[in-house]
């Protein structure tokens, strides 16, 4: 996005958090760190902080919430429900070709989860590290460039959706 852009969605963001006094230093600093942003991703990632949080948001929030919106990254609840439904069925296919799904059940054996008469205590392990993965795999692509840049199909979709 252009600076311009990104100095609007600052502008946004200021008139929907009143309370939140910006200096002018504070305003570039906004818009430097957010100008690698895919506008349509950056302004979804805003109108859904502003419709769902009470506290104007810090630029790695922003910048975090660009990263769900393009990256495929189950939830780590989402993640576990894949990871039993691929237990039951005896389907390590259906995690294989997620890296952060295969990892975490890695830590503990897809075939000893299978075979584990109580396989409670291994899905925690496997919960907890799929949750740290999930963080790492979020941090990493928050801070490369372009973290929130769409291709042409992914930008048509987001616009068709949305609701603004």
Same mark, same amino acid.
Not at 64 to 88: D, F, G
Not at 128 to 150: C, H
């Given at each position: 996005?252009?600076? $311009?852009? *990104? ?7 200021e ?19 957010? $100008? ?16 769902n ?30 990871? /039993?439904?691929?237990?039951? /069925?005896?389907?390590?296919? *259906?995690? /294989?070709?997620?890296?952060?799904? /295969?990892?975490a ?23 907890? *590290? ?33 609701? *603004?």
């Amino acid at each position: 996005m252009t600076k $311009q852009e *990104a100095l609007k969605l600052v502008a946004i963001l200021e008139m929907a958090y009143p309370r939140q006094d910006l200096r002018e230093q504070t305003v570039e600093v906004y818009a430097r760190f957010l $100008q690698d942003l895919d506008y349509k991703v950056a302004e979804r990632a805003i109108q859904n902080h502003i419709r769902n949080e009470k506290w104007f948001p810090t630029i790695a929030e922003i910048r975090e919430a660009c990263v769900e919106l393009v990256h495929n990254l189950p939830s780590t609840e989402e993640a576990m429900e894949i990871i /039993r439904s691929a237990v039951q /069925r005896y389907d390590y296919g *259906a995690i /294989r070709d997620n890296d952060l799904l /295969r990892q975490a059940v890695a830590t503990v054996g897809f075939e000893k989860i299978g075979y584990s008469e109580y396989p409670e205590p291994l899905y925690r392990q496997v919960k907890e *590290a799929y949750d740290n993965l999930r963080k790492q795999e979020i941090k990493r692509l928050q801070s490369t460039p372009a973290v929130g840049m769409l291709g042409a199909e992914e930008r048509l979709a987001l616009i068709k959706g949305d609701p *603004a």
